[in-house]
């Protein structure tokens, strides 16, 4: 008996070493696989994680007001600007001949590179150029000197220099003599006149505009619908006659009131010289806002900071969209991303019902939908050319016909705008809603189903009752993933509706109040212009990543509370068992 | 063919000798045949149902028990490729006839399912459920219902203070008891139910035991169970199936001690099943 055990054992332990030895194949053991799928994952987050870094910290950087540096150059030349990048480069052949020995022989000791920094020089007015390079060995001496503003004009950019005087009313007083208070209070009270000037000539003579063109067509209709030179259309267009000379004098009045402004405001001017001598004129209200950039304080550093953030986010842009705010463009999104929402979910919801709920399964079934998936396959800017030509065109010319008739030919809806843009982008989006319905509606058990259908519950009560409320966060999950290609989509909107710059927003104070049928503008189309399509790219690259940071938060912002509505209905179903 | 229909015919005599209540059958079942597809789950079953009486459906693993069941309140409708010969009456009225409404005729017949099936709702709107989607919305007729079908499930003593609360807070035991609430609260004349313990630990199938000897009487009860000591306990009647045929169909007592077959014997000893 002993003897036996002790042979087992020595038997299995002669078996262990051979065993323990063998290689066993890799595809057997987990490890491997492991570090391959945690690598995939970490590049993956790293990739993203710098992504959003590299726009965030361009996007929060833009705003922060950078010093001036004063730079002489060998020939005596004088450059002024904010450093913009550095880096090094070869100068040519034709550049090298010209230079002391001395400093081809540094180049040349350096492989032929030399260093330059770019410099934003502003004043395009005067240099027909925004940036220049500067190569370090031009370079003679550099400066900062404090007297030095960096001035944000209402046109041709930003102006560097200094503010060399004042003038009010006929006196003309040197800057250097006024107290800094007192340029900060007219500069204010020429600011605040200048809103008004632009409040009376944008909105209230809008107004009186749109009312007098309202009165016109009336007379328009009536005559399509009585025929010209009928009693009717001449009734009407007396009536008009008379509404409009009283629209008439209104209007006279406030442009009476914008000359009186106009004249105060080109009343108070300064001349700025640049760091060359030249010299420039213009009204006070004209500059945005004005620092001294070498001498600013931090609090006055975040004050500008702050003040630009609020202007980007309030106010209407300028300058060919590359200065002033994205107001038009932040609603624009919001708005078509929320008419988006409201289109596509129904259109989807209603769809996968019939696809799961009603339709008997089969191979027509199955074709449906694996149209439906490859729906989402086409190219955007297709949807884009369909959204054009069905809703703008067929659709919206066909309403034209029948509701606009006295508006033609100017088109109403027959044209791109937000509601056919939002229509658009639910075509695009729909099957994402189509998909995650289905598979929430296929997740629902059957036990609920027959428990609602055992109660004497008809179908559609079963639905309604049990089912759609189950799916809601399947559903809701394909809305928000529907929504955040919606709103990050540009191609398909350059043809349906989004346009550079428009001036009326799409919700104002005309009745209907809500204009579905105007353009709007973008965030999304705003980069691609600013970036792509502006005089110059280099002024506008800063305001891509503030533009990109705004896009990314809006949609994180609209994701985020799609979520905590999804979250809210888990929640009723939290501790459920099936 | 001709082999088919001998061996169908071979197929022995189903043995009766149920009791009969005293109001008469509410159910009559005859010659019902039944086809997934092409293969045959019922064979010529034609029994009835005694009113006011408890009738258990007994029998193996995938004898046609459930299927049967769920041919009566007609929620086989949802299989695809099902194939139906043979009468089906719920006093008098053909469940199969195509004039016939299957919504009204659910609502005659309450039904508990194997495992409990509360809807993501309150205790209170789970109750009222088959009411609600009658459109009925009078306070007073809700109240009075949700109070006597949970006293009639024994359930009002611990949810009359939290009949507001999800249903799905409620113990496994207390759910099913809900759902038996939910079935009866429609006023049904018939109570289905599918194995309704099968998913209760030995306590809380206790007291469903408890409420089905309760009901008896005011509702006609068929239930089918795979727990034969249950089987005997709660009900008046026993239908043994087996294969898709039924065996024998009789008196709970007699199929339990003399039956008057050996499969039934068999079966009913836990020699086979």
């Known amino acids: 008996m002993n003897y036996v055990e002790r042979d087992a054992t020595r038997s299995l332990a002669e078996a262990l070493p051979h065993s323990r030895g063998r290689v066993t194949d890799i ?12 690598g995939a994952l970490a590049l993956g987050i790293v990739m993203i994680v710098g992504f959003l870094a590299l726009v ?9 007001p950078k010093p001036i540096t004063v730079v002489t150059l060998a020939d005596g030349a004088v450059v002024a600007g904010e450093p913009f990048r550095s880096e090094s480069y070869r100068p040519g052949p034709a550049v090298l001949e010209k230079l002391a020995p001395e400093v081809r022989a540094r ?12 410099y934003r020089i502003g004043n395009y007015d005067i240099y027909n150029e925004d940036f220049r390079w500067v190569s370090d060995f031009e370079v003679a001496r550099m400066g900062h000197p404090t007297d030095l503003i960096y001035a944000e004009r209402l046109e041709w950019g930003p102006f560097i220099g200094r503010l060399k005087s004042v003038h009010v009313g006929g006196a003309v007083r040197e800057a250097a003599s006024m107290p800094e208070t007192e340029l900060a209070r007219l500069h204010g009270e020429a600011r605040a006149r200048w809103q008004r000037l632009r409040g009376i000539e944008r909105s209230e003579i809008g107004a009186v505009n749109h009312q007098i063109e309202r009165e016109r067509l009336a007379v328009r209709k009536a005559e399509i619908a009585h025929g010209a030179g009928s009693a009717e259309a001449r009734q009407r267009a007396a009536e008009a006659a008379i509404r409009i000379a009283e629209l008439q004098r209104e209007y006279d009045r406030l442009a009476a009131e914008a000359r009186r ?3 105060q405001d080109r009343a108070v001017r300064v001349t700025l010289a640049a760091i060359g001598g030249e010299e420039k004129e213009l009204a006070l209200s004209a500059l945005v806002r004005f620092y001294p950039a070498n001498a600013i304080s931090l609090t006055g550093k975040a004050g500008i900071y702050l003040s630009r953030w609020w202007e980007f986010l309030s106010d209407e842009p300028r300058e060919a ?3 002033g705010g994205v107001m038009p463009a932040i609603f624009g999104t919001f708005a078509m991303t929320l008419l988006l929402v409201i289109a596509v979910t129904p259109f989807g919801v209603i769809t996968a019902l019939y696809l799961r709920e009603y339709a008997r399964q089969g191979r027509l079934v199955s074709v449906i939908r694996i149209s439906v998936n490859n729906l989402a396959g086409v190219p955007s800017i297709v949807y884009g050319v369909f959204g054009l030509g069905f809703f703008a065109y067929v659709l919206g010319g066909s309403i034209d016909q029948l509701f606009y008739p006295e508006r033609l030919p100017n088109p109403t809806f027959g044209t791109g705008g937000l509601l056919w843009a939002s229509l658009t982008l639910a075509l695009l989006t729909v099957p994402v809603v189509i998909v995650a319905t289905e598979e929430a509606l296929a997740a629902v058990p059957r036990s609920m189903r027959e428990g609602s259908l055992a109660c004497g519950a008809s179908k559609w009560q079963t639905i309604r009752n049990i089912v759609l409320p189950r799916a809601m966060p399947g559903i809701m999950t394909g809305i928000i993933l529907a929504m955040a290609r919606g709103a990050g989509e540009v191609a398909p909107l350059m043809l349906v509706g989004v346009v550079k710059l428009a001036p009326e927003l799409p919700v104002d104070g005309f009745f209907p109040f809500v204009h579905l049928e105007r353009s709007f503008m973008h965030l999304g189309f705003h980069i691609f212009d600013v970036g792509f399509q502006s005089r110059n790219s280099e002024a506008g690259k800063p305001m891509v990543f503030v533009t990109t940071v705004l896009l990314v938060g809006l949609i994180f912002l609209m994701n985020i509370s799609a979520i905590a509505i999804r979250n809210r209905l888990k929640r009723k179903f939290a501790g459920s068992q099936f | 063919m001709a082999a088919i229909a001998e061996m169908q015919s071979s197929a022995p005599a189903t043995e009766y000798h149920a009791k009969h209540g005293d109001q008469g059958p509410v159910i009559e079942v005859r010659d019902f045949n039944l086809w997934y597809g092409a293969a045959q789950a019922l064979h010529d079953i034609t029994m009835t149902i005694e009113r006011g009486l408890v009738t258990a459906l007994i029998g193996p693993s995938g004898c046609g028990k459930s299927t049967l069941l769920r041919c009566l309140n007609r929620m086989n409708d949802l299989v695809d490729g099902l194939t139906i010969r043979g009468t089906m009456l719920l006093e008098g009225q053909d469940i199969y006839d195509a004039r016939t409404d299957v919504i009204a005729l659910r609502k005659r017949m309450g039904m508990v399912f194997q495992k409990p099936n509360p809807f993501p709702m309150s205790i209170y709107e789970n109750v009222i459920y088959p009411l609600r989607v009658d459109g009925i919305r009078d306070r007073r007729i809700l109240d009075e219902t949700v109070e006597r079908a949970l006293r009639g499930a024994a359930l009002w003593e611990e949810a009359k203070d939290r009949l507001n609360e999800s249903a799905l807070g409620l113990s496994g035991g207390q759910q099913q008891r809900l759902c ?6 429609g006023d ?4 289905l139910m599918d194995e309704p313990c099968s998913a209760l630990d030995p306590i809380a199938t206790l007291k469903i035991e408890e409420l089905i000897d309760k009901l008896s009487g005011q509702y006609t009860i068929i239930i089918v169970t795979h727990n034969m000591q249950q089987a005997a306990r709660v009900s008046d009647n026993t239908a043994f199936m087996y294969l898709g045929r039924l065996i024998e169909y009789g008196e709970t007592e007699q199929v339990f001690t003399t039956p008057r077959l050996q499969r039934t014997l068999d079966y009913v000893t836990g020699r086979f099943g």
């Open chain 1, 56 to 64: 965030l910290y361009n996007g929060a950087t833009t705003f922060i």
């Open chain 1, 321 to 323: 969209n590359t200065e």
């Open chain 2, 180 to 185: 038996i609430a939910r079935a009866i609260a």
């Open chain 1, 27 to 38: 595809a057997a053991r987990g490890e491997p696989y492991t570090w391959a799928l945690g």
């Open chain 2, 188 to 191: 049904p004349e018939v109570l």
């Open chain 1, 107 to 118: 180049i040349a000791a350096n492989d032929g590179y030399a260093g330059r920094t770019l």
């Open chain 1, 261 to 263: 402004l106009r004249e």
